[in-house]
Every structure is written in structure tokens, then in C-alpha cells.
């Protein structure tokens, strides 16, 4: 699969700033003397072609980076609840988007718990900022490798790539 964000020869240089199409939702923790309950997402709160089709729950150590990494087609819907706090990096390289050439990070996790829907093409990261282990729960609108798991996964990595323009901090 190749990379619609791939870069020429000319550096890519991003602006700081929301980007079209990422929906950041803060979360709301119901908490009574048996713990907490969190709803990360309803149907009547999101576009049918965001609609979640699998979801999985990952476990990041501290100090971990998972990605930069994009989707051709898939929506990833990110619930970061904690425990641990994550630094979360989105760069828009669509070609046809309003915010073209911005990066956007944010913290979230256990003192901000937060939904973040992200569409296909643009490049996103987390990095477990924390000093425990840290779950993120992703919902995506696709299957992963397809229905049975046979055809091509839907991902183009960037964290091996020496020339990526997408640095973290």
C-alpha cells in the first residue's frame, strides 16, 4: 500500500492547530462508591460511516510510542480513559483537506479522559507520557485484515521511516 501522505523532496513543514474531520470529545466519569462508568460512544452520536465495527483494548508501557501510522479508508474512535496519560500527535497530510499541513497534540488519559475519531489519511501517534501502563480502546469502522482476516490491513507505517516528517516531541 503506499502512502497518500508520502512526502516529496520538499520538507514538510506543519502549523500547530486543530484539524478538520478529528472529533475530540471529553468523557464523563459517573462515579459511585462501587468505581466509575464511562460511556465512550453512542449511535445517535455518530455518522453512520464512523460506526464502530470491532473494537480493542491495547495496553502501552510508559515511555512507549505506538506509530506515526495512517489509514487509506479505516476511522480509528480512540477512547483514552486511563489508566495512564497519553500524548496523542495528528498531522494532516490530506491532499483535499481545509487543514492540510497542521499538527494538532493533546494530553489525555486518567485526568482527561477523551473520545478522538480519527479519519482516514490523517497520520496519528500516542505516547504513553505516564509512569504506568496505559489502555487505549479503539473502535474502528473497520475490520482489521478484512472479514476473516484475509485481506490486506489497512495501514501505512511511518515510525520506521528515517525521512518521516512526523517527529514527536
Do not use: K
Not at 20 to 27: D, E, H, K, N, R
Not at 32 to 46: K, Q, S
Not at 155 to 165: D, L, M, Q
Amino acid at each position: 500500500m503506499t502512502s497518500p501522505a508520502e512526502p516529496d523532496a520538499t520538507p514538510v513543514r506543519f502549523t500547530e492547530g486543530a484539524i478538520a474531520g478529528v472529533s475530540i470529545t471529553p468523557l464523563t466519569r459517573h462515579s459511585d462508591d462501587r468505581g466509575w462508568l464511562v460511556e465512550l460512544f453512542r449511535r445517535d452520536e455518530l455518522a453512520s460511516d464512523v460506526l464502530p465495527a470491532m473494537a480493542y483494548l491495547s495496553e502501552t508501557l510508559p515511555g512507549v510510542t505506538r506509530g506515526p501510522h495512517e489509514h487509506v479508508a479505516q476511522t480509528d474512535c480512540f477512547a483514552f480513559l486511563g489508566p495512564g496519560t497519553f500524548r496523542l500527535y495528528l498531522w494532516d497530510m490530506r491532499h483535499t483537506s481545509s487543514t492540510q499541513g497542521r499538527r494538532q497534540t493533546l494530553d489525555v488519559g486518567e485526568h482527561n479522559p477523551t473520545r478522538v475519531i480519527v479519519p482516514p489519511g490523517v497520520v496519528h501517534a500516542y505516547r504513553n507520557v505516564g509512569d504506568v501502563p496505559g489502555w487505549v480502546l479503539n473502535a474502528p469502522n473497520q475490520l482489521f485484515a478484512g472479514h476473516g482476516r484475509c485481506q490486506p490491513v489497512d495501514e501505512i507505517r511511518h515510525e520506521n521511516n528515517p525521512n518521516s516528517p512526523f517527529h514527536l516531541d
